[in-house]
C-alpha cells in the first residue's frame, strides 16, 4: 500500500457517504429484491442479516478497496503467521494458534509454539478433569466443592461470559464464582460464606501485578490461612504468563500454570485463562469452544471479502465511526445467557481500537473506534430504545436472538423472537405521524441480527471470535496497533501514588480537585 493509494481509497468512502447521505435503506430495498439474500451470511452456524445497513454496492466495493489499499490481507496473514504486529510490545498476538488443531509448526523466535500450545491445552484439560472428578483434593483430602477466580478484566469477563452463556452444559456438582474488582464487599460476602475446607482459588492475572488481583489474593490467603494453615497453599492455583511473580509470591511450580505472552488479555479465554470455563463446561466441551472459534478463524482467513462476516463487518464499524460520524454501537442480545457480551465485546473493541495515534504515532485525522454499550435487548427495550428510536444521533445497532423451542415454557421464545425482530423492523422502518412530533420515528436507523441456533460451546465460540477479526479488521482500517493499551496504565500509577498519601504518606503535587478530594476522603478515613 502507498498512502497515495490509501487516501484515495479514503476519499472514494467519503464520496460514497456523501451520496448516501440522504438514502433511505427502504428505497435500497425496493430498488434490489435480492438484497436480502445477498447481504445474508451463514457462517459457522451464525446466520446474519447484514441488509439493514445505509449501504450499497457502490459504498460496499469502496469499502471493499479500502481494505485492500490498507494492506488487510498482508496483516491478517501476518496474524495468523504470528509476525510480531503488536510493534509496540515488540510481539505477535497469536491468540488463533490457541485453537489451532493442525500441527504444522508455526515458529515465533525462532522457536516452534505448537509444542507448548498443546503442552498448555493438555494442562488445562487434565486440571479441568482432576477437579471436577475430584481427583485434584482439597488440603484435608475431600473433592472441591467451590471455585473462585480472582482477575480482572481478560483474566474475567471471557470465562465468566463462557460459563453463562454455556449454564446448561456446566456442572452442577461445582459452584464457580468470579472476583474481579477490588471493593471489600464482594469478596466480604463470598468469604462469610465459603468452606475453606472445599474452596479453591484460581489467580488469573497475565501479568501477576494488577493490583485488585493482587488485593483479593492477599485477603483470600489471609483468611484461608486463618482456618488451613500451611495447608491453605494447596487451594490456590496461579495462572499467569509470569510465573517467575507467582514463584515470588510462594506459589509452588505445581501450582502454576502459564501460558504465553504474546496471548493479549482481553484475547486470552482460548488461553490457560479459560480454566475456570474448562472446570465447568468440563475438557471436551471446552474444547468444542475453541473448535468453534478455528472454524471462525478459517472463515476470516479464506472466504473471499465480500461474504467475510468478520471483515464486513470491520467495514461496516469504519463506515459508520468515520466516515458518518455515529459515535457509538449497541450490541442487544435477546437471550439472558448472553447478558454478559456487550461487556466482553467493551473491552475486546474500546481496549484494542481506542487509540488516538496510528502505529506509527501519528495522530489520526478521523473519528475510530465508537463507543461500544448495550445489554439485554428486552430489558433494553423498557431503558434506552427510547434513545434508538428518537434521540437525535443515530446508534447503529446489533440483535442477537437464539432461535429454537423451550419445551418447558412454551411461547416465551416466540415472544422473545418477536420482539427483538419488531425492534429492528421498527429502526428501519420508524413512524410517520404527521400531526404529531412527538410520536414521529424517523426510522432509517440501521442494524445487524444474529440468528443464533442454540447455544452451544462451539457455536460461542464462533461468535467470539467473530468480534475478534472483527476489531482487527477496523484497527487495519485505522491503521492502529489493536493490541496494545497503554492508556490502561497512567491511571494504574496514579493510584498507587494516591492510595500511599491516604495512608498519610507525603502529598506530591496534584491538581487542585484531586489535592481537595483526596484531603476530604483522607480525613474521612481516618474517623
Ligand atoms: O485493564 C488493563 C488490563 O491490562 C487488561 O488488558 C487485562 O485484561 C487486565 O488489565 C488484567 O490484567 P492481568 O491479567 O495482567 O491481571
Not at 469477563?157 to 468470579?178: C, K, M, N, S
Not at 465447568?280 to 472463515?299: C, I, K, P, S
Not at 412527538?438 to 465460540?461: D, E, I, K, M, Y
Amino acid at each position: 500500500m502507498t498512502q497515495p493509494e490509501f487516501t484515495a481509497a479514503w476519499q472514494a468512502v467519503a464520496t460514497a457517504q456523501s451520496r448516501l447521505a440522504d438514502c433511505r435503506m427502504t428505497d435500497l430495498f425496493a430498488a434490489d429484491p435480492q438484497r436480502v439474500t445477498r447481504y445474508t451470511l451463514d457462517v459457522a452456524e451464525l446466520h446474519v442479516d447484514l441488509s439493514k445497513h445505509l449501504l450499497d454496492d457502490a459504498a460496499l466495493e469502496a469499502l471493499l478497496r479500502l481494505a485492500q489499499a490498507a494492506d488487510l490481507p498482508r496483516w491478517r496473514e501476518a496474524l495468523f503467521a504470528g509476525a510480531p504486529i503488536n510493534a509496540s510490545e515488540g510481539r505477535p498476538a497469536l491468540h488463533t494458534a490457541l485453537r489451532d488443531v493442525d500441527p504444522t509448526p508455526l515458529t515465533v523466535d525462532g522457536q516452534d509454539i505448537k509444542p507448548a500450545v498443546a503442552a498448555m491445552q493438555r494442562q488445562v484439560a487434565d486440571l479441568a478433569e482432576a477437579i471436577r472428578s475430584g481427583q485434584r483434593r482439597a488440603s484435608g483430602g475431600q473433592p472441591f466443592e467451590r471455585v473462585v477466580n480472582l482477575g480482572i478484566g481478560g483474566s474475567f469477563w471471557g470465562p465468566a461470559l463462557a460459563l453463562e452463556a454455556l449454564q446448561p452444559h456446566v456442572t452442577p456438582d461445582l459452584r464457580i464464582d468470579f472476583i474481579s474488582n477490588v471493593d471489600p464487599q464482594p469478596l466480604r460476602a463470598l468469604l462469610a460464606d465459603c468452606d475453606p475446607q472445599r474452596t479453591l482459588f484460581l489467580v488469573s492475572s497475565k501479568s501477576f501485578g494488577t493490583a485488585e488481583t493482587q488485593r483479593n489474593l492477599a485477603a483470600a490467603r489471609a483468611f484461608m490461612e486463618s482456618h488451613l494453615g500451611a495447608a491453605a497453599d494447596q487451594h490456590f492455583i496461579a495462572i499467569t504468563a509470569s510465573p517467575d511473580k507467582a514463584r515470588a509470591l510462594g506459589f509452588r511450580d505445581d501450582a502454576i500454570v502459564t501460558f504465553p505472552q504474546w496471548v493479549g488479555g482481553r484475547y486470552s479465554l482460548w488461553s490457560a485463562i479459560g480454566l475456570p470455563a474448562a472446570i465447568g463446561l468440563g475438557a471436551d466441551r471446552f474444547a468444542e469452544l475453541l473448535a468453534g472459534a478455528a472454524a471462525m478463524d478459517a472463515h476470516f482467513r479464506s472466504a473471499p471479502p465480500q461474504a467475510n462476516l468478520p471483515l464486513l463487518l470491520g467495514l461496516l464499524d469504519v463506515w459508520y465511526a468515520s466516515f458518518w460520524g455515529f459515535g457509538s454501537r449497541v450490541l442487544l442480545p435477546y437471550d439472558q445467557s448472553l447478558r454478559l457480551l456487550p461487556t466482553y465485546v467493551q473491552q475486546l473493541a474500546m481496549e484494542s481500537d481506542g487509540k488516538g495515534v496510528d502505529r506509527d504515532g501519528r495522530p489520526l485525522p478521523h473519528p475510530s473506534c465508537p463507543v461500544v454499550w448495550g445489554g439485554n435487548g428486552n430489558d433494553g427495550e423498557h431503558t434506552f430504545y427510547q434513545l434508538l428510536h428518537q434521540g437525535p444521533a443515530t446508534i447503529p445497532a446489533e440483535f442477537v436472538i437464539c432461535a429454537h423451542d423451550d419445551a418447558d415454557l412454551p411461547g416465551h421464545r416466540r415472544r422473545l423472537i418477536a420482539q427483538c425482530l419488531a425492534q429492528a423492523e421498527a429502526l428501519l422502518g420508524g413512524a410517520p405521524a404527521p400531526d404529531n412530533p412527538h410520536a414521529r420515528c424517523p426510522g432509517n436507523r440501521p442494524s445487524s441480527l444474529f440468528v443464533l441456533p442454540r447455544l452451544t460451546p462451539a457455536v460461542l465460540g464462533a461468535l467470539l471470535a467473530c468480534h475478534e477479526h472483527r476489531t482487527f479488521t477496523s484497527g487495519v482500517l485505522w491503521r492502529i496497533n489493536p493490541f496494545d493499551q497503554f492508556g490502561v496504565e497512567l491511571g494504574k500509577r496514579l493510584a498507587g501514588r494516591l492510595e500511599q498519601e491516604l495512608d498519610g504518606a507525603e502529598r506530591t503535587r496534584h491538581d487542585p480537585s484531586t489535592a481537595a478530594l483526596l484531603e476530604f476522603c483522607r480525613a474521612r478515613l481516618q474517623h
